[in-house]
């Protein structure tokens, strides 16, 4: 845990070092793939938990299916 914490302190270090455009472009092309990732993930979580609500849930009865 140390050494993750090592590296990351040395990854702040040098994109707080860049002038503002350079930092912008490194955080996008970081932030842009992860927001991308968490949504096709949070997508796939929503589907998997309304599937298995849907098939948990009694179908409703009408007068009309008797």
Known sequence: MNG???WWDGVEA???GLSFLPQL???LAVVIP???VA???LNA???G???LVDRVR???RTSEDH
Do not use: H
């Open 14 to 16: 040098w994109l707080t």
């Open 45 to 47: 979580l929503v589907n």
């Open 25 to 27: 472009l490194v955080s």
């Open 58 to 60: 009694p179908t409703e």
């Open 39 to 41: 949504a096709i993930v």
């Open 34 to 36: 992860a927001a991308i």
């Open 4 to 6: 993750l914490r090592t």
């Open 49 to 51: 938990v309304s599937n």
